[in-house]
Structure formats: structure tokens, C-alpha cells
């Protein structure tokens, strides 16, 4: 990379106090914006929600199920599996004895949060419920069999909501005769604890039923942030674009270690190789096989494999499998480099017919960090985050953006938008990667 001029500034120089301030006033007044939706007009208010349903009762249902209890709101769980229901119910006991035994909350409330979650023996079940939340396998056919059911169930007036974190929203509400009434809320993993709900406004969705699922968030003392339609919606859409950079950089000479180093000296608490090992590297890989799909589907060349597939190959899913882009001793969750994985990276890029190069740390920072700023400034271009505001809440909250940093987008801005632009064309120029040259959505952020 070229390194010519004066030696730029640090991208990882720790905040002045005054800037840590101003980040957190930043994120704090974006949290209260993001909960006053454009897309909602003035006098258009919610409904309350006094009894809700929430379909599947997996990791995210059961997570979910808490939130509504601890809130005080009633909650009706469909779970179509025994098994399934059993290992909620023993989860949501220990969650919710661990809460006690941190003083978090003592006895008698673990008890009436327990009474409030009750087992739905049908979808006619929820005829009561005036908000219910699909939280089902990810599977398109799946979920809109699920909301045809509850079409022909829920009460007129409810709330049909689906927690889908990368499926079409209008594709799933055209399962039923009221699309009005259905929107995404994307709730982030463990559900009770994480506080950031993207709420995903569909093609048809009213601006009441955006109302309702805001205020419910807000009374779930969550920080909604209304989005819309699109792959990945806004924070994964954005961590597609920062991933993509980590896992070229992978081939082009880094190891995990060396890039999730460099990110955690910014400020993020776990690098983006960490965080794929803990959520389990087979759900980027399904989302990749469907991209790969539906660009074959168009005629278009499908990507090229990354290190993640080939990991995948061979049952290296992560923690759960004790090894990933790190392996894991017993017991603990402490990411070991693994000269495996350095093995398997070599061979990869050899495979792709790429030379290793040394990396520095800068370039990872630039090309990761730049990347997502640009596919922030591109979301904002198409409408489909409404705030610059709102896309720094989503990361800080959601994806370990560092706060006193004030989230991508108010990071950029300190250190100037045409810095960012600049700097992106060289690296488009030098990488010949054109997903790093400038968004439209980022130029024009540059000039205003
Ligand atoms: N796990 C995460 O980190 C995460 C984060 C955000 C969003 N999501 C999304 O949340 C949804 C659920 O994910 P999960 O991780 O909880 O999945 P999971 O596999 O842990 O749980 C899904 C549950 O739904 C049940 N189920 C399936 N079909 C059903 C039906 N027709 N009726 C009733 N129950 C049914 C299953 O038995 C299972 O218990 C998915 O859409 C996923 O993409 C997951």
C-alpha cells in the first residue's frame, strides 16, 4: 500500500475526554430520535399491548418470552417441539435464578415473571394476544405458513411480528390478508439482556402498527431504531460490508489474530473472527449459500468461497464445536490462534492464486472501518435508515461499536468525510475492489 506523505494520524488514537463526552451525548440523543420515526405522522399513536404470543421458543423466543415477562405483559409461547419446550423452560428458570442470585431482581418477582410466561397449546391460543412475535427457524416457508395461521387466529387490531434477521418482511406479511399489520422486530441475541430492536418497516406496513412495535420496545426498555426492507436490514447489511474486508484481508496475507487484534485496540470488545467463532460460523455460511443461490439465479458469477466455508467443511463451527477461526480449550471461551487455521488461510489463498503480503494494522482498520462507514452512508442514501444517528445506535448497541467513539457514522464525521472518501478511493484503487470505492449515499453526506 502506498505510504507516501505525512504519516496520517492514528485511526485508533484514544479519544480526548471531551470526545468520549460528546459521543455519549451523541448516542444518547440519537437513542431518543430514533424512537420519533419519520415514517410515523404526527397524531398517529400506537395501541398499548396488555397480553402478547411469541411462536417458537428457541434461543431468541425464549429470550423474548423474558423481555414481555419483566415488562409485566402476559406472554402465550407456541412451541411445536416437547423437547424444545423443555429445554426453554429449564433456560428460562436458570436466566431468571441468576438474575436473583445477582441481586438483580429477588425471588417473588423470578416468580411472577415465570407465571407471566405460559405455554400456548395451539395458534388458537393466542386469540387474546394483541402483539405476537414469530421467532421460528429461518426459513421463508416456514414463517409464512406460521403467519397464514395466525392470520386466521389473531384478533383484528394485533400486531404480527417476525424476528427474522434476514429474510424479505413483505415476503412473509404477504402470508396474510393484513400486511398493514405486520413489521420485523429484530430482537439481537441473548433477547432479555441486548438492548437494540431494529424495527423493520415492510412495504405495507401502517405507520400505527410502527407506533405500537416502538412504544412496545420502549416499554420492554429496549432502544428501537425503525429500518426497512433489505438484505440484512441496517446492522447486518453493514457488517456484511466490514466482514467482507476481514475475510479478504484473510487472504491476502493477515490471520485472524492479527485483524481481530487490530480491531479490539480500536475499541471493539471481541474482532469480527471472534464474534462469527461465538454466534457459530454455519449461519454466515447459510446466508452465504442463499446469496450464492440467488446470484445463479440471476445469471450472475457467484462470489468466490472465503475462509468461513472452508472452515465450515470441516466442522469447524465455532465454540459449539470447540474450534473455529480459533480453537477452544474445554470449558473455556478464550480464542486460541491455531496454527491449523494459518494452515488452512495459506492453502486458501493459494487456492485463489493470491500472493501473501504482509498486512499492517492500518490498512485492516481502514479497509474494515471505511467499508462500514460506506455501506452506512449507502443505507442512508436509499431511505432505508432514516438517521445518521440512527445507524451509530444500531452498532454501539448491537455489534460492539465502541461508544465512546459515538458509533461509525459520528466517528466518520470527526474525523472528516472527505478523509473517508479519499481514503476509500485509494484503497478501491490499490485493492481493485469496487465495493470500496464511495457510495452515492456517502458522497453526498460529504458534501452537505
Ligand atoms: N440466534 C440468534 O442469534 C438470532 C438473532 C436475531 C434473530 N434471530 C432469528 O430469530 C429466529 C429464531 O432463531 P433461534 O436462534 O431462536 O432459532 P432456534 O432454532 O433456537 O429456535 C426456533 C424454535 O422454533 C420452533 N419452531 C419451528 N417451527 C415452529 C412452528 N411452526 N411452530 C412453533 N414452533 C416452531 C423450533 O422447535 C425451535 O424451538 C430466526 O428467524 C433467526 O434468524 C436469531
Redesign the pocket.
Known amino acids: 500500500m502506498d505510504s507516501s506523505g505525512p504519516a496520517p494520524e492514528p485511526l485508533d488514537r484514544t479519544p480526548t475526554p471531551e470526545e468520549q463526552q460528546a459521543a455519549a451525548a451523541h448516542l444518547e440523543r440519537a437513542q431518543r430520535d430514533a424512537a420519533q420515526s419519520h415514517r410515523i405522522p404526527d397524531g398517529v399513536t400506537g395501541t398499548e399491548v396488555e397480553s402478547a404470543g411469541v411462536?417458537?421458543?428457541?434461543?431468541?423466543?425464549?429470550g423474548i418470552a423474558l423481555s414481555f415477562a419483566a415488562a409485566g405483559i402476559p406472554v402465550a409461547v407456541?412451541?411445536?417441539?416437547d423437547e424444545?419446550w423443555i429445554r426453554?423452560e429449564a433456560a428460562v428458570a436458570g436466566s431468571l435464578s441468576r438474575a436473583v442470585g445477582r441481586s438483580k431482581i429477588d425471588e417473588a418477582e423470578a416468580e411472577r415473571r415465570l407465571r407471566r410466561i405460559r405455554r400456548a397449546g395451539g395458534f388458537e391460543d393466542f386469540g387474546v394476544a394483541d402483539f405476537i412475535v414469530?421467532?421460528?427457524?429461518?426459513d421463508l416457508s416456514?414463517?409464512q405458513?406460521?403467519f397464514a395461521q395466525l392470520d386466521e387466529v389473531a384478533e383484528p387490531g394485533a400486531v404480527l411480528a417476525?424476528?427474522?434477521?434476514?429474510?424479505d418482511v413483505n415476503a412473509i406479511a404477504s402470508a396474510t390478508r393484513r400486511p398493514e399489520a405486520v413489521v420485523g422486530t429484530?430482537?439481537?441475541?441473548p433477547?432479555h439482556v441486548m438492548r437494540l430492536l431494529e424495527v423493520v418497516v415492510g412495504a405495507a406496513t401502517s405507520a400505527e402498527t410502527l407506533a405500537t412495535a416502538i412504544s412496545l420496545g420502549l416499554r420492554l426498555g429496549k432502544a428501537p431504531v425503525p429500518v426497512g426492507v433489505c438484505d440484512g436490514f441496517v446492522g447486518n447489511r453493514m457488517l456484511f460490508a466490514y466482514r467482507r474486508q476481514a475475510d479478504q484481508l484473510l487472504l491476502e496475507g493477515a490471520l485472524p489474530e492479527q485483524i481481530d487484534g487490530a480491531l479490539q485496540r480500536f475499541g471493539f470488545r471481541m474482532g469480527p473472527f471472534a464474534v462469527a467463532d461465538l454466534?457459530g460460523l454455519d449461519?454466515g455460511g447459510a446466508v452465504r449459500q442463499r446469496l450464492a443461490a440467488e446470484a445463479a439465479a440471476r445469471g450472475e458469477t457467484p462470489p468466490k468461497p472465503v475462509v468461513a466455508d472452508r472452515l465450515c467443511e470441516r466442522g469447524r463451527l465455532g465454540q459449539k464445536t470447540g474450534a473455529g477461526f480459533y480453537r477452544y480449550e474445554p470449558g473455556n471461551r478464550t480464542p486460541l490462534p491455531d496454527p491449523e487455521v494459518a494452515e488452512i488461510v495459506r492453502r486458501e489463498s493459494a487456492a485463489q492464486g493470491i500472493d501473501r503480503r504482509p498486512v499492517e494494522d492500518r490498512e485492516i482498520l481502514e479497509r474494515c472501518l471505511f467499508a462500514l462507514v460506506n455501506g452506512g452512508a449507502e443505507i442512508l442514501g436509499e431511505g432505508i435508515a432514516e438517521r445518521e444517528g440512527d445507524v451509530d445506535v444500531i452498532w454501539a448497541l448491537g455489534y460492539g461499536f465502541p461508544r465512546e467513539r459515538g458509533g461509525p457514522m459520528h466517528w466518520a464525521r470527526h474525523l472528516g468525510l472527505s478523509e473517508v472518501v479519499s481514503s476509500l478511493d485509494r484503497l478501491a484503487a490499490a485493492t481493485g475492489d469496487a465495493r470500496l470505492e464511495p457510495s452515492r449515499g456517502l458522497l453526498e453526506l460529504a458534501v452537505r
Open positions: 411462536v417458537g421458543f428457541g434461543t431468541m423466543g425464549r407456541f412451541e411445536e417441539s424444545a426453554g414469530e421467532a421460528v427457524f429461518e416456514v414463517k405458513e406460521v417476525t424476528n427474522t434477521s434476514s429474510l429484530h430482537f439481537f441475541s433477547a454466534a449461519i
